[in-house]
């Protein structure tokens, strides 16, 4: 299970937990938590990183793939290149769509300067910048879609816990930089495995209608909603999602 952007190993632990039924393996994606460190942060980069990863498991036989979020960009271009070594893939919340061309581009434009200005400034002040509490906190309140009060609390926890464990401004911000300048539709036409892509009705990061036309880009594929939730669908609905990943993975 490989993580979205700014997120660690913790944040898809909620949906590892229900898959009682089989071994889950969840790593820190590089320049993240306790994740290795590249010499620089680009899609090749983190594609190059999971196929040793995955070797490095020496498993009896190929794995599931599931990303969520920016993870799905990684996994997807993985998929089109080391489709051999996995069985098959899921993509929860999957990039499906240009995140400039989207209904938040305005947002990705601002998010671009955050990043790269915290890339200019001294290291001290940097960090302070990017991990600032309001900055986190608006991220958080701009993907939360749930008006349940108490999970509107956990989810902002624990971004506040886990959203500034990057490496430093540099790698976050050329990891921001690869998750808005690639989606998943420039890999799956060349996907061959069996696919599934989970995606939340209110998911304003790549909107429903950009999810139908991305599942038709796969050879093999096919896509679920759960209503009611947006890009969060790991901690607004781990339930649901844990649900869909075990009955496509029993099929």
């Not at 899921?90 to 240009?98: D, F, R, S, Y």
Request: aromatic share 10%; glycine share 8%.
């Amino acid at each position: 299970m490989i993580h979205g952007f700014r997120g660690t190993h913790q944040g898809l632990s909620l949906i590892a937990d229900q898959l009682n039924t089989v071994k889950t393996i969840v790593p820190d994606l590089p320049g993240f938590a306790d994740g290795d460190m590249l010499h620089d942060y680009s899609l090749e980069a983190y594609v190059e990183w999971l196929h040793g990863y995955v070797l490095s498991l020496e498993l009896s036989g190929p794995p599931v793939l599931l990303g969520h979020s920016f993870g799905t960009i990684v996994c997807a271009a993985y998929a089109a290149k080391y489709g051999d070594t996995i069985d098959r893939l899921i993509l929860v919340n999957p990039i499906g769509a240009p995140a400039l061309e989207g209904p938040r581009r305005f947002m990705t434009k601002l998010a671009i300067f955050y990043y790269w200005l915290g890339k200019h400034l001294p290291k001290g002040i940097a960090r302070a910048w990017l991990s600032s509490t309001p900055s986190v906190d608006i991220m958080s309140a701009v993907m939360t879609k749930t008006k349940d009060k108490q999970l509107r609390t956990f989810i902002r926890d624990q971004h506040r816990q886990f959203f500034s464990t990057f490496h430093s401004p540099k790698s976050v911000y050329q990891g921001f930089i690869t998750s808005v300048n690639h989606t998943v539709q420039e890999s799956a036409p060349s996907i061959k495995n069996n696919t599934l892509l989970i995606a939340g009705d209110v998911d304003d990061i790549t909107p429903l209608e950009k999810q139908q036309q991305l599942v038709a880009l796969f050879p093999d594929a096919q896509l679920k909603v759960v209503k009611g939730v947006g890009h969060l669908t790991h901690y607004e609905a781990p339930e649901k999602i844990a649900d869909l990943v075990q009955a496509f993975i029993k099929s």
